[in-house]
């Protein structure tokens, strides 16, 4: 169980620890994913507002190559030359506006100026008949550098931001050309134009002229945002809660000085929509990751502590008592190698094991047979000993009948003690008597009194005639008689042995005292176990254990007390 119990924390240390290295593993990939993704994604958004600002230059080069070559062609007609030299506002705006007109685009600016940039005349589309009346042009004057060679820039009017080219008009005369007058053709950035731009590449512009919107894609609260912040440097801003990537070019009027400023601004809404789709793709696939991971980790563990399960539930078996038990041998790897070894192992403790039986049963066998051959030396003795007398002495008819009383009693011990072994062999029991306790002890010390003489051992037996117990006698006189025999043994040299009774309440106390050396400190605490002897030479450690089995089938108890001097042992006999 203990193994299984470690089996089992094993398997799940190994789910555990695979899964958090499968999330650990997934996340760290997830995170490099999505930071490439981001990479990626915002590459591309500037990638396209690059695109975005490339096709507004194409656009705005290409509107100013228009305004470049009408105010060529107006400039070098010889009917607007005519009108030009005339010097008349009125004859220059009716010449000019005739051509004008079927050239420009309706949002367009037209003004014709002298060379020191004073308005002669203007024509002004429809768009543009708005604006406050010009009577000079300052950018001419900046333009004049350029001369005879056009020059491009932007231009702020009122509330609008003009693109503007500047075109000289030149006159031939005897000597040279001389400046004559100088065209003014511009185009204004409105929506239309953002809108345009929008539609091409796909981003968001916005035209700001001193801080202030004057064209852009972008809805009413947006520009409102985006005017009061700050963040024309910033690559990446947030407009309302939506972030943008931001590009900035600055609008220069002909000195080259700022006359504006473009932003063209890429939502992330579309890169963070994908990114957000590849986070929840991510998070799928790792939770698909993660259980194909703990359900793969699990089989495969299962796999491999399966014949560690075999192997605890064998030896469960083997602490059972079932030595026959046999795991079978999985491949030739560790494992297999281990279930081979156990095998051998179960092999092994089997044969010892019943080696082991064996041998007992034979030291039993001889035990036994020592004890029996200790138990029926007495009887036999005194058999032996009176049929010799009978045999090789003339007595008298008196010693006759008492030798033959002693054979007959002898023989009688015999049988009780072959009777009793059947008995024990076979589980049955005697049937009690009333029997007198100082008459069991008398004739349990009666074979040994000669022996005790012998010694100097004093036997004293203070007991009442009236204590009467119910009894299976022979037993009882092996008990007292084997109590008695140990003391007298112990006391080679001379001592003394008393027997005492009490009555307590429902039952007999017996004590029996000896001077002796006492008990041995090493067998003290296993005394009434089998075969624990020390310092007996015929002793073979069964005669306390069988004499304690006898008093306890008779309901009552042996023990021994502690003793400074001697032993001291007590029997409890229930009435």
């Given at each position: 169980?203990?193994?299984?119990r ?14 958090i290295?499968i999330?650990v593993?997934?996340?760290?990939m ?9 990479r990626?994604?915002?590459?591309t958004l500037?990638?396209?507002v690059?695109?975005?600002f490339r ?5 705005w ?6 305004l470049?070559?009408v105010?060529?062609?107006l400039?070098?007609l010889?009917?607007?030359r005519a009108?030009?030299?005339?010097g008349d506002?009125?004859t220059?705006?009716?010449s ?21 940039g004073v308005v002669i ?11 406050p009346h010009?009577?000079e042009f300052?950018a001419?004057?900046s ?16 509330n ?9 008009v ?15 053709a511009?185009?204004a ?6 809108t345009?731009?929008k ?14 919107v004057?064209?852009?894609?972008l809805?009413p609260a947006?520009?409102?945002a985006l ?7 910033r690559?990446?801003?947030q407009?309302?809660g939506s972030d943008?990537?931001?590009f900035?070019s600055e ?9 504006g400023?473009?932003r063209?601004?890429?939502s ?5 929509d994908q990114?957000t789709a590849?986070r ?9 990751a ?6 793969l ?12 399960d ?5 030896a469960?078996?083997i602490?059972?008592?079932n ?7 999985r ?22 094991r019943e080696?082991l ?6 030291a ?5 047979s020592?004890s ?8 036999l003795?005194?058999?032996y000993g009176g049929?010799?007398?009978?045999v ?8 006759v ?5 002693n ?7 015999v ?10 062999t076979?589980?049955r029991a ?13 004739a349990?010390y ?10 100097g051992?004093?036997?004293r037996?203070?007991?009442?005639d009236?204590?009467?117990l119910?009894?299976?006698r022979?037993p009882?006189?092996r008990v ?6 140990n ?9 003394s042995?008393s027997?005492r ?9 017996v004590?029996?005292?000896d001077t002796?050396p ?6 003290a605490?296993?005394l ?13 450690g ?5 004499s304690r089995?006898t008093?306890v ?7 021994s007390?502690?003793?400074?001097d001697g ?7 229930p009435v």
């Amino acid at each position: 169980m203990k193994l299984k119990r470690h089996s089992v924390s094993l398997l799940w240390r190994i789910l555990f620890s695979t899964s958090i290295a499968i999330t650990v593993l997934f996340a760290a990939m997830g995170w490099l994913l999505q930071d490439q993704f981001v990479r990626i994604a915002t590459a591309t958004l500037e990638d396209e507002v690059r695109a975005s600002f490339r096709a507004y230059e194409s656009l705005w080069r290409a509107r100013a190559d228009q305004l470049a070559t009408v105010s060529l062609i107006l400039s070098r007609l010889p009917s607007v030359r005519a009108a030009f030299s005339t010097g008349d506002g009125a004859t220059i705006r009716d010449s000019a506006s005739e051509v004008w007109d079927r050239l420009s685009r309706p949002e367009t600016l037209f003004l014709v100026c002298d060379p020191k940039g004073v308005v002669i005349a203007s024509v002004a589309g429809p768009e543009t008949q708005n604006q406050p009346h010009l009577s000079e042009f300052a950018a001419v004057r900046s333009a004049a550098r350029e001369f005879p060679q056009q020059a491009r820039g932007f231009v702020t009017l009122g509330n609008r931001l003009y693109q503007i080219v500047i075109t000289p008009v030149y006159v031939a005369t005897t000597s040279d050309s001389a400046l004559l007058d100088v065209l003014v053709a511009g185009v204004a950035v409105d929506k239309d134009l953002a809108t345009e731009l929008k539609n091409a590449s796909g981003s968001d512009f916005v035209f700001l002229a001193h801080g202030s919107v004057v064209a852009s894609t972008l809805n009413p609260a947006m520009e409102r945002a985006l005017e009061g912040s700050s963040s024309s440097q910033r690559r990446q801003i947030q407009l309302l809660g939506s972030d943008y990537l931001q590009f900035t070019s600055e609008l220069t009027d002909i000195d080259g000085n700022p006359a504006g400023e473009l932003r063209i601004l890429r939502s992330f809404k579309n890169a963070l929509d994908q990114i957000t789709a590849v986070r929840s793709r991510l998070a799928v696939l790792w939770l698909a990751a993660v259980l194909a991971g703990i359900g793969l980790t699990y089989f495969l563990t299962r796999r491999l502590l399966k014949p560690v399960d075999e192997l605890d539930r064998a030896a469960a078996e083997i602490a059972k008592g079932n030595y026959d038990v046999r795991v079978p041998v999985r491949g030739a790897g560790e494992i297999g190698r281990l279930a081979e070894t156990f095998n051998s192992m179960c092999a092994s403790i089997s044969k010892a094991r019943e080696d082991l039986i064996r041998q007992e049963r034979i030291a039993t066998i001889g035990r036994l047979s020592t004890s029996i051959i200790h138990d029926l030396r007495n009887p036999l003795a005194a058999i032996y000993g009176g049929a010799e007398m009978l045999v090789d002495s003339k007595l008298s008819s008196a010693q006759v009948e008492r030798l033959a009383a002693n054979i007959y009693k002898a023989s009688r011990q015999v049988q009780s003690l072959l009777q009793e072994l059947a008995d024990v062999t076979q589980g049955r029991a005697h049937a009690r008597e009333v029997c007198n306790l100082r008459e069991v002890i008398a004739a349990a010390y009666e074979p040994l009194a000669a022996t005790a003489e012998s010694r100097g051992v004093d036997v004293r037996i203070d007991l009442a005639d009236e204590v009467e117990l119910p009894l299976d006698r022979s037993p009882m006189e092996r008990v007292f008689q084997n109590l008695l025999s140990n003391a007298i043994e112990a006391m080679p040299n001379g001592g003394s042995v008393s027997v005492r009774a009490e009555r307590r309440d429902h039952e007999i106390v017996v004590s029996v005292e000896d001077t002796g050396p006492g008990i041995p400190a090493a067998i003290a605490d296993q005394l009434f176990e089998p075969f624990v002897t020390a310092g007996k030479k015929n002793g073979v450690g069964l005669g306390l254990a069988l004499s304690r089995k006898t008093v306890v089938s008779h309901g009552g108890d042996l023990w021994s007390d502690q003793k400074n001097d001697g032993a001291r042992f007590v029997l409890r006999l229930p009435v």
